[in-house]
């Protein structure tokens, strides 16, 4: 149906100034530090993406190579076995929607005159942003399947810093891996592809990987929730301790913790890094007006990119001497600590290298631009410090808003747990909120200096650009501390899972092969108290991504709006972006409209394949006579959450795909307003489920770790509360990230299309693609209706 209508206005499509014709400056043209070219320079900067991918090499192989008792292996592999099984199930869908997407790009690029070869080589750099996701994706959830089995054994020692240790680096493996592929690929692209090719490259790997992490967070969060409020509420149902090997629904939750909470934010970061890199690309090629402006600004901003890859790693030695010193021999420890001590180290550097190295690179611009741009940037780089701070207001264990969804319980149960918890999840929005306003406020100030103006049309977008930027500045640990949760999560499961205390002669077998005595009581509580700590970096790093998303698809918009005043005229377009016109007003309207129904069909999707899974879990658990649930039974529960996730997934984003071209196709500046309200209206809701699911989760862990009352009445209340919270945090507000750059994205090529269609034309592809949408809007809710 899409190919049939796209072809049907081909023979109207004329070349069309926009995307097609981003034309790179030659980097070459401008030396940098006594005499290296621009070019050269970011050909060195290939050395450094070498570091980074020996550096996450090196991690994975040391993580394989510690030791680990076989009942806790064989747990971790058949996780990974599982986990193998539903990438490669989504790993299909992927290359089906790729087809399509390809046909919407051969189609765009042939009407704007370009020759076969070219539009075959934008077409590969769109796979290659999909493998991209894909690949980091894998390669997250392969070491994370490692760590969560060593970091299981290594608490038998009684010592909390390995259970520390073991996720962290795991994570940091993770994060320098994804930067250093991502930056590797769009350095090859910015150096060795003509300029005049460069620019719809990137828009091709930016919309390919823009794919890739929406279908995996998307699925991935319908997945991971699924099983876990499966696999909890059967404590609810049987009176059964956490992660219980009988629970069939335990070996799919810890699938999930992968699925969901490694695969989907790994695929998430590496897209959320390059698009905002595209961004502002994008900009610096459409507003800078003197080439060699152009050339400095873009070396810039790669070579400040390539520094705080060096800044992170540097980062996470200083700070891992520094916990090894203060709890390497502990016998407690506050896990929460030497993660928020990374955070602001890796911060604080950055800072610091941001300054002395835009001196080097863009000292001599005119009017101490360099001092005013690495202000702009440290807005974004601050951010990544500051909002995991505001996070912790709202989700860590010693909050006081966690503290009253606790107390809450105690006398009104599940109910006042419920509201406590969406009470967090407002506060949080109104304060991260003014947080954001005024980090973009003072770049904002900035950009309105003696210097911007004259570079560039609309400084104040470049800053926000800069601030998203920064906001990923230190990408690595990001990452790092967000994967740190699934792994401890996992450890603690496979912990019980293993059996390993019912093992004949256990003690004896490990002080023989690995010489030291195992303490199981402490271990248990190490790892629950690790997982807490998890929880709550789990929770900090979501509106980093989300923000940067909002942030950076301002930069994207503008291209749209640039694109328009270049076709219509400044006045004319600046009219119509008003609430005067109905068509913008009615595009604000619409964003909000797509925001809410998508929250609602992906917790629909959820509550359906959970209801499933519970049904199985109900009618197949035993409790007497078996130790362990069969592996054919743990494979069903898999099964049915792999199957729930494909069928909400596809429905999710067949709807986002449709909607974008349908109201591209109605009028630019309702698309605007469109692109403009799921931004911002995605930002507060996505807060908002992310922090209440957090406050929910740790609310819990409260009553399990601090208060010892697992199985209580109290504890019931809170496990209802962590089941609303689960697709608040894990699976909606998650995936709006990914969905607002890849409608952002996707909606370039799109408007653009539309702009040189007739009237007629594009009023019937914009009902047909509409109604296509309503199609399946409906089918999100009837196809996983609970019957």
């Given at each position: ?91 299909k869908f992927i290359i089906i929607l790729e087809v399509l997407l390809a046909v919407i790009i051969a189609v765009y690029f042939a009407n704007t005159g370009f ?22 994706a894998w390669f997250g959830m392969r070491i994370n399947t490692f760590a969560n089995s060593r970091a299981a054994f290594a608490s038998l020692k009684g010592k ?484 729930y996730a494909q069928k909400g997934m596809f429905n999710l984003f067949l709807v986002i795909f449709f909607s974008t071209i349908a109201f591209a196709f109605i ?121």
């Open positions: 149906m899409l190919l049939s209508l796209v072809l049907t206005f081909v023979a109207t499509v004329s070349a069309f100034a926009s995307e097609a014709n981003l034309m790179l400056p030659d980097l070459s043209s401008v030396s940098f530090l006594g005499g290296i070219s621009g070019a050269a320079l970011l050909k060195l900067g290939l050395l450094v993406c070498v570091f980074g991918l020996i550096f996450g090499f090196i991690q994975f192989k040391s993580i394989k190579n510690l030791p680990v008792h076989k009942s806790m292996l064989e747990v971790s592999e058949l996780i990974y076995e599982t986990c193998k099984t539903y990438l490669v199930t989504q790993g020759e076969f070869y070219k539009i075959a080589i934008i077409i590969l750099c769109s796979i290659i942003g999909i493998l991209g996701s894909y690949a980091v909390p810093f390995p259970t520390f240790a073991i996720p962290l680096k795991s994570g940091m493996s993770i994060g320098m891996l994804l930067i250093s592929i991502e930056l590797f690929v769009m350095l090859i692209i910015l150096v060795f592809v003509p300029g005049n090719l460069a620019g719809p490259c990137f828009i091709g790997f930016a919309i390919g990987e823009s794919l890739g992490a929406s279908v995996l967070r998307i699925a991935g969060g319908i997945f991971t929730k699924i099983a876990d409020i499966g696999s909890d509420l059967m404590k609810i149902v049987f009176n059964i301790k956490e992660d219980d090997a009988r629970n069939p629904g335990v070996i799919a939750d810890c699938t999930g913790d992968n699925a969901g909470d490694s695969v989907g934010p790994t695929a998430d970061g590496f897209e959320t890094y390059g698009v905002t890199g595209v961004a502002l690309v994008t900009f610096v090629v459409l507003a800078v007006r003197e080439p060699q402006t152009q050339v400095k600004l873009l070396v810039w901003i790669f070579v400040m990119r390539l520094m705080m890859l060096i800044a992170s790693a540097v980062s996470y030695w200083i700070n891992g001497a520094l916990a090894k010193a203060k709890y390497g021999n502990a016998d407690k420890m506050n896990f929460e600590a030497p993660l928020t001590s990374l955070v602001w180290i890796t911060s604080v550097v950055s800072v610091i290298l941001t300054f002395v190295v835009s001196n080097l690179i863009i000292g001599d611009l005119a009017n101490g631009l360099w001092w005013k741009l690495s202000i702009i940037i440290t807005c974004g780089t601050m951010a990544g410090a500051i909002i995991p701070e505001v996070v912790k207001i709202f989700t860590s264990t010693t909050s006081s808003f966690v503290k009253n969804v606790v107390n809450s319980s105690k006398n009104g149960g599940a109910s006042l747990n419920i509201l406590a918890g969406l009470t967090s999840g407002n506060f949080s929005a109104y304060w991260m909120g003014l947080v954001i306003i005024l980090l973009m406020a003072i770049a904002y100030a900035i950009s309105s200096l003696t210097g911007f103006s004259e570079l560039m049309s609309y400084p104040a977008v470049f800053a926000f650009g800069l601030v998203a930027f920064g906001f990923l500045g230190m990408g690595p640990v990001t990452i790092a501390v967000d994967s740190y949760g699934p792994v401890t999560d996992n450890a603690q499961s496979v912990y019980e899972l293993s059996l390993i205390e019912n093992v004949p002669n256990i003690k004896e077998e490990i002080k023989k092969d690995f010489g030291f005595e195992p303490n199981f009581d402490k271990s248990k509580i190490t790892l629950e108290e690790n997982d807490g700590a998890g929880n709550t970096f789990k929770a900090t790093a979501k509106p980093v991504l989300i923000g940067t998303a909002v942030v950076g698809a301002t930069t994207m918009i503008f291209s749209i709006i640039f694109t328009l005043m270049n076709e219509r005229g400044i006045s004319a377009v600046s009219e119509s972006l008003s609430l005067l016109h109905a068509p913008f007003l009615l595009g604000l309207i619409a964003g909000g409209a797509v925001i809410y129904w998508f929250t609602g069909a992906s917790n629909h999707a959820v509550t359906s394949g959970a209801y499933k899974a519970v049904e199985y879990i109900k009618d197949n658990m035993k409790l007497d006579g078996v130790t362990k649930a069969s592996t054919e039974q743990s494979k069903k529960v898999v099964e049915i959450c792999t199957q009028e630019p500046y309702f698309f605007i307003g469109y692109l403009i309200s799921i931004a911002l209206f995605g930002l507060f809701q996505a807060i908002f489920m992310a922090n209440a699911g957090g406050a929910w989760d740790n609310a819990k862990k409260i009553v399990e770790v601090d208060m010892r009352e697992k199985g209580s009445e109290l504890h019931k209340a809170t496990v209802v509360g962590d089941t609303v919270g689960d697709p608040f945090k894990d699976t909606s507000s998650v995936a709006l990230n990914p969905i607002i750059k890849f409608t952002t994205l996707f909606g370039l090529l799109a408007l653009e299309l539309a702009l040189v269609v007739p009237s007629t034309i594009s009023i019937v592809c914009a009902i047909v693609f509409f109604v296509i949408s309503l199609v399946f809007v409906v089918k999100s809710f009837t196809s996983m209706l609970i019957k």
